[in-house]
């Protein structure tokens, strides 16, 4: 009987991912695009817990230590059976210089991640996208359809709604840190999106893990605090979490332009208003409602756009 299901379960994961590959390219990105938000937004919600319980470098440095943690086994398994030079990039220098960007985006985003509600700051993210496809254009030559232009700057709109009635009184300030980290983040994803011309999604993700691992562990060693068994388990998990979003994230860049998945992470600010009244009581404004419409019908509108362009 176990055997029976366990086929069944294996026959049916084949099958789905059969006609997921036989799907249009962008269809494809879209895809990694909604699942990579749906495990950052998890992730998210946890290490603002971590943040809130201790210091936010250390939180930053054991997150990435722990996925590093969870990568290793299953390198050390294909290692073993295919060979460890098939996880050695091709530009060792370009996975430090991402690596390098990445923390220092990181550092900005744990510093406010404690300070603001989880619906402001991903709202505050969703300027990345702005900054991503204008880096698109200019560093990696991909062509700026109209469509999305029109369809980021909507959204754009939509984030401005929900952002300008947070930037008065104490929590103003951190909302500026915060917006200050998303063209450092946007420089990371442009990063990765040219390593994607000739580095696997594996060997982007492990690297990531290694280089951020290694640039924050000096701040964390100044504030360090022994965590207790509980956050360990809230750090691994944010570590599945990471290692599963980039991963995913990597095969969206990989499968179309990057420009032309960016505004399905509006969607991302539905999933952390929902998880950030579940578990922190934090009741969206009418505001942020009103914001999350605007991007919202932006995002069913390009990608449709999207997924009728060759």
Same mark, same amino acid.
């Given at each position: ?24 390219? %962008? ?43 969870? #990568? ?38 744990? #510093?406010?991640?404690?300070? #603001?509600?989880?619906?402001?700051? %991903? ?15 200019? *560093? ?70 290694? %280089? ?22 809230? *750090? *691994? ?23 032309? %998945? ?49």
């Amino acid at each position: 009987m176990k055997f029976s299901i366990g086929r069944r379960f294996a026959w049916a994961k084949h099958k789905t991912r059969r006609r997921a590959m036989q799907l249009p390219p %962008t269809w494809q990105a879209i895809w990694w695009m909604v699942m990579g938000g749906i495990m950052f937004s998890v992730l998210n919600t946890i290490a603002r817990i971590m943040a809130l319980q201790m210091d936010p470098f250390e939180a930053q440095f054991l997150r990435y230590l722990c996925g590093l943690l969870v #990568i290793l086994p299953l390198v050390l398994r294909s290692g073993v059976s295919q060979g460890f030079k098939d996880f050695w990039p091709t530009d060792v220098k370009g996975q430090f210089w991402r690596g390098a960007v990445h923390t220092a985006g990181l550092m900005l985003w744990f #510093i406010a991640l404690p300070k #603001i509600p989880l619906a402001d700051m %991903t709202a505050i993210s969703f300027t990345g996208p702005i900054f991503i496809m204008m880096g698109a254009s200019f *560093f990696l030559n991909e062509p700026m359809h109209r469509d999305r232009w029109i369809a980021a700057l909507i959204g754009f709109a939509g984030v401005l709604v929900v952002l300008l009635p947070n930037l008065s009184g104490d929590g103003g300030a951190y909302h500026l840190v915060m917006l200050a980290s998303a063209p450092v983040f946007a420089a990371s994803f442009l990063i990765t999106k040219a390593l994607t011309r000739y580095e696997t999604p594996g060997v982007i993700v492990l690297w990531q893990a290694i %280089t951020v691992t290694l640039f924050s562990m000096p701040m964390a060693v100044l504030h360090w605090q022994t965590p207790s068994a509980w956050q360990w388990v809230g *750090f *691994f998990a944010t570590g599945i979490l990471g290692s599963a979003g980039h991963y995913f994230l990597t095969r969206a860049f990989q499968a179309a332009d990057i420009s032309a %998945t960016q505004s399905l992470r509006f969607l991302d600010l539905v999933w952390t208003s929902l998880l950030g009244w579940f578990v922190f009581s934090d009741l969206p404004s009418h505001a942020t409602w009103l914001g999350a419409s605007i991007i919202l019908m932006s995002t069913v509108w390009i990608t449709r756009r999207e997924g009728q362009r060759r």
